[in-house]
């Protein structure tokens, strides 16, 4: 069930770090999505490693949202290159 929770909070990390982040970023429904739960993702099992949280314990809120964004700064850092 962690993981389903991770995803979920994921989702509505993604869209926030979005809405934070300052200048205009990946658009589409799923790029976001998929930023948000892979920093939800991140931050989950970086926590985790560094002893931050217990197995089975999922990244909270505000945690998903900044890796979010690093992985939305990074996105923009790295990624499509072809603007």
Do not use: H
């Not at 979005?18 to 099992?45: H, R």
């Not at 999922?58 to 072809?82: C, D, E, N, P, Q």
Request: hydrophobic share 55%; proline share 2%; net charge positive.
């Amino acid at each position: 069930m962690g993981i389903i929770w991770t995803i979920l909070i994921g989702f509505v990390a993604g869209v926030v770090a979005k809405f934070l982040s300052p200048s205009a970023g990946p658009s589409g429904f799923f790029l976001t999505a998929a930023l948000g739960i892979g920093g939800s993702l991140a931050a989950t099992y970086l926590g985790q490693a560094l002893g931050w949280y217990r197995d089975g314990d999922v990244a909270g809120f505000i945690m998903s949202v900044i890796g979010a964004m690093v992985l939305l700064f990074l996105y923009r850092k790295f990624g499509s290159k072809a603007r």
